[in-house]
Structure formats: structure tokens, C-alpha cells
């Protein structure tokens, strides 16, 4: 199972959401010094390989984070927007997904396939955090690309 309830196996990925993606690159690049490249095809994704203590670290361009919850560049003016985002690989995401919705948590997304072979189901924490309860096979032993 996991550490958790829910079966949380670990931290898949940590980073900010940058309203404006050169702003957030000019801080956590060249203030921070963190070593972080633009994701091959993706020039706006700024992804810090190799960084200790974290699976996955990147500045997603607020843009991209609409995109993969609501399927459109311009997030929605009704809903809370994330400073962060957070995601968790879980050991079940079905049954992750059910114990969210069970606990009166409202999905954003539900289990769903992105292209890099992650599925996700993602909600807003109470202070804005953008969740994703994640089954991310690059992330695991022996994974493939994702």
C-alpha cells in the first residue's frame, strides 16, 4: 500500500505556477540559481533535473496548469488560483481517487491519461494548492518515460 490512506508512495513533483513564465524563470533560475532547463518541447515548462530531495521540481506556466484541469489556457475567474502545485504517486489511483471524492473533495480532473503517460486526478487544497494524485511511470522503479 503506502505511507497514507490514500497510499501515497511519494512526492512526484513540487514547483510554483507562474502567471508570467519569464518572471518565474528570471526568480527561480537566475535569482535562486536553480538548474532549470526548459522540458524538450515545452519551452515555457522549466524543469530542475537531478535537484536532491524532489522526484520531480518545475515552474508550470499558470497557462499549462488551465489547460490540463479545465482544457483551456485562461484559468476560470470563479475558481482560486494556485500559487503551487503538488503532486503525490499513489500506490491505487482509482482507489485514491474514490476516497477523495468520498471525503467531499470536488475533482478538477478525474483519473485522467495525459500524452507523457501520467494519469491524474487533481483538486484545490483549502489555501490553493494545486493537488494531483498521480500513478506517474517514469517516476518508479524500472518506469518508463513520462
Same mark, same amino acid.
Given at each position: 500500500?503506502?505511507?497514507?490512506?490514500?497510499?501515497?508512495?511519494?512526492?512526484?513533483?513540487?514547483?510554483?505556477?507562474?502567471?508570467?513564465?519569464?518572471?518565474?524563470?528570471?526568480?527561480?533560475?537566475?535569482?535562486?540559481?536553480?538548474?532549470?532547463?526548459?522540458? &524538450?518541447?515545452?519551452?515555457?515548462? =522549466? !524543469?530542475?533535473?537531478?535537484? /536532491?530531495?524532489?522526484?520531480?521540481?518545475?515552474?508550470?506556466? @499558470? +497557462?499549462?496548469?488551465?489547460?490540463?484541469?479545465?482544457?483551456?489556457?485562461?484559468?476560470?475567474?470563479?475558481?482560486?488560483?494556485?500559487?503551487?502545485?503538488?503532486?503525490?504517486?499513489?500506490?491505487?489511483?482509482?482507489?485514491?481517487?474514490?476516497?477523495?471524492? &468520498?471525503?467531499?473533495?470536488?475533482? =478538477? !480532473?478525474?483519473?485522467?491519461? /495525459?500524452?507523457?503517460?501520467?494519469?491524474?486526478?487533481?483538486? @484545490? +487544497?483549502?489555501?490553493?494548492?494545486?493537488?494531483?494524485?498521480?500513478?506517474?511511470?517514469?517516476?518508479?522503479?524500472?518506469?518508463?518515460?513520462?
Amino acid at each position: 500500500m503506502g505511507t497514507t490512506d490514500l497510499g501515497v508512495l511519494f512526492v512526484a513533483g513540487f514547483g510554483p505556477i507562474a502567471r508570467t513564465p519569464a518572471r518565474g524563470c528570471a526568480f527561480w533560475r537566475d535569482t535562486l540559481g536553480l538548474p532549470l532547463t526548459p522540458m &524538450e518541447g515545452n519551452p515555457d515548462y =522549466l !524543469v530542475a533535473h537531478g535537484l /536532491e530531495g524532489a522526484k520531480h521540481f518545475a515552474v508550470w506556466p @499558470l +497557462a499549462q496548469a488551465a489547460q490540463s484541469c479545465f482544457g483551456t489556457e485562461a484559468w476560470p475567474e470563479d475558481v482560486p488560483v494556485p500559487q503551487c502545485w503538488v503532486e503525490f504517486d499513489v500506490a491505487d489511483l482509482e482507489r485514491a481517487t474514490a476516497l477523495l471524492k &468520498e471525503r467531499g473533495c470536488a475533482l =478538477l !480532473v478525474e483519473n485522467r491519461k /495525459e500524452p507523457w503517460g501520467q494519469r491524474v486526478s487533481r483538486l @484545490l +487544497a483549502p489555501e490553493g494548492t494545486l493537488i494531483g494524485v498521480t500513478h506517474t511511470p517514469a517516476l518508479r522503479e524500472g518506469g518508463g518515460e513520462a
